[in-house]
């Protein structure tokens, strides 16, 4: 049984550790511990005196820190750099291969377009020519490079003179499975070539045809047939009268020569000359004056529709003004009989 006293003592033990005791003394301590005096409250971050006198501080709390919450963006994900598959994809979109409706008998004829990539078929021990347009030179220095000298033959010859000479590339692989590229570099335009050596399957020939070309030429032809039209469309030759008389400034604009047919006159202007160029007509009179007259250009033609004795082209302004006259001789000579 407990004995009350204990149980006491017990209790006010524990009273004094709520008041500011650090320990509580265990029942078998209790009957002889001596209470101490209450101490103040100690305020936090102050110094107490140790049992030895030795100062000491009791620490501070820590602050709790605040937490933010930071939104993180999501990582930017770079595009696949495969430099590789594109490089690959750009030279297959420009590979050209040989077409079977392309042939001129053995001759596989190519329409050229520029950065085309023409795909060209070769064996061991026969020679594929390389045929460029007639009167296409070779330039600059090395102007036929491969990326394989070593096992593959090349050289170049020519065939034809003057306008009609022509360069032939000939080819030759020393191996069935050799594959390498050529370009040949002209006064007109740049080839590239990929060749493919197999152990049988050649072309014997390889050329070009040249949309571009031909469609200048056709340009040309359409404009020197309408520079052509005012003297062929609906004139007679043996009518027309070329006696008139230039005279005047040498201007860039000056007329070639006139002419009529009888019903209109036609002044003809240098090759090249510009509708805005050419300057306009002014007809003179018997005294003297001038009265701008219509006109309408055809190529390099100005057609007036009338005769005139004599007439003056002005352009520019005062001080810069050029002038030219033109006068039908036979004029003078039908006045003078």
């Given amino acids: 049984m407990t004995n009350p006293s204990r149980l006491r003592t017990r209790t006010l033990t524990c009273a004094l550790l ?16 001596t209470v ?3 101490q103040p409250a ?3 971050g102050t110094e107490v005196a140790a049992p030895q006198g030795k100062a000491i501080a009791i620490a501070k709390p820590r602050a709790k820190s605040k937490r933010h919450n ?4 999501a990582p930017v994900r770079a595009q696949p750099r495969d430099t590789r598959t594109r490089v690959g994809a750009a030279n297959a979109a420009a590979r050209v291969e040989p077409d079977r409706t392309s042939w001129l008998n053995a001759i596989q004829q190519f329409p050229y377009a520029d950065g085309a990539l023409y795909q060209i078929y070769l064996a061991p021990g026969q020679v594929t020519d390389i045929a460029l347009q007639e009167g296409e030179e070779l330039v600059g220095p090395g102007p036929v490079a491969a990326g394989d000298t070593v096992r593959w033959i ?4 020519s065939s034809g003179q003057g306008v009609t000479r022509r360069v032939h590339i000939l080819v030759k692989p020393t191996r069935p499975d050799l594959v390498t590229n050529l370009v040949i570099n002209t006064d007109r335009r740049t080839y590239h070539l990929e060749l493919r050596a197999t152990p049988v399957t050649y072309m014997a020939g390889v050329s070009w045809t040249y949309p571009q070309d031909q469609l200048i030429a056709l340009r040309s032809a359409t404009a020197a047939a309408e520079r ?13 009268n070329f006696r008139y008389r230039i005279d005047g400034d ?13 019903r209109q006159a036609y002044i003809e202007f240098p090759e090249g000359i510009a509708t805005a160029e050419m300057p306009p007509v002014f007809v003179l009179g018997a005294d003297g004056g001038a009265e701008l007259v219509n006109y309408r250009v055809q190529g390099r033609y100005m057609v007036i529709d009338r005769l005139f004795d004599a007439a003056e082209l002005r352009l520019g302004t005062k001080k810069t003004q050029q002038r030219v006259t033109i006068r039908r001789e036979d004029v003078r000579r039908r006045r003078g009989s």
């Fill in 18 to 33: 709520v008041a500011g005791i650090p320990s509580c003394p265990t029942p078998a301590l209790a009957q002889n511990a």
């Fill in 36 to 38: 101490a005096p209450q």
């Fill in 42 to 44: 100690i305020s936090k």
């Fill in 70 to 73: 930071r939104v993180h963006a």
């Fill in 154 to 157: 090349i050289g170049d010859t």
């Fill in 228 to 240: 052509a039209a005012p003297v062929s469309a609906g004139i007679e030759v043996a009518a027309l």
């Fill in 250 to 262: 040498r201007a860039p604009w000056r007329p070639v020569r006139a002419f009529d047919d009888g």
